[in-house]
């Protein structure tokens, strides 16, 4: 859409033994169809890789790339934006997150009422957003929905992609009067000025 910065955060790549979408394919998709993207793998920083480093990006595609990873705590899944360091999983989320206290990151609560999501603890965490998710059910998202409102946070879209035909299939928009890449973003989820795009289940 003109105006606006299209955005997949959750996507896995065979990095994650769930997945099927290997990385060189998901940058040709996510070059094709985003202008912003992250491989979030299961308790993993984002691989380094030539195809996500910002020349190859810059010279083949008009897309950005922010590390990520989902870290499994106790409680469940936390999706962690602009780190690199090694946290140790199965801790409590609320350990993790001290851990990350005072580091330049973002915080988002995918999926938070799936099985594999925080639940109810996503009302007292000190978290950045809120994930709908495009393989969570019609009530889940609606669930996320109303926890972003009353905390007043970011409500994000993610496609969970475990293969790259699922790609964007819940994405999210924002303006581009932030710029793009990671400092815009990170405006745009203070402002709460993101847009989930998905077809609901």
């Known amino acids: 859409m003109d105006g606006y910065w299209k955005a997949d ?7 994650s033994l769930c997945s099927s979408a290997p990385l060189r394919d998901i940058v040709t998709f996510a070059g094709d169809q985003l202008n912003l993207f992250s491989i979030s793998d299961h308790d993993l920083p984002s691989p380094r890789s030539p195809y996500l480093s910002e020349n190859y990006l810059a ?3 008009d897309v950005k790339f922010i590390n990520g ?3 499994t705590t106790q409680e469940g899944h936390l999706l962690v934006y602009n780190f690199r360091g090694d946290v140790p999983m199965y801790q409590s989320v609320h350990s ?10 973002i915080l988002i609560a995918p999926h938070p009422f799936r099985s594999t999501g925080l639940g109810e603890l996503v009302y007292d965490l000190p978290i950045d957003a809120i ?3 495009a393989v ?4 889940q998202n609606q669930r996320a929905i109303q926890v972003a409102e009353e905390k007043k946070i970011a409500l994000v879209g993610g496609s969970d992609a475990h293969d790259t035909n699922r790609i ?3 994405h999210f928009l924002y303006s581009k009067k932030y710029p793009l890449g990671y400092k815009g973003l990170k405006a745009a989820i203070s402002d709460r000025a993101t847009y989930p795009k998905w077809r609901i289940r």
């Open 96 to 105: 993790i997150i001290n851990q990350l206290k005072g580091k330049d990151v």
């Open 131 to 133: 994930e709908i998710n």
């Open 69 to 71: 990873m989902e870290i």
């Open 136 to 139: 969570s059910p019609k009530d």
């Open 9 to 15: 955060l959750h996507i896995h790549s065979t990095y």
């Open 59 to 61: 010279q083949f595609y």
């Open 168 to 170: 964007a299939k819940c």
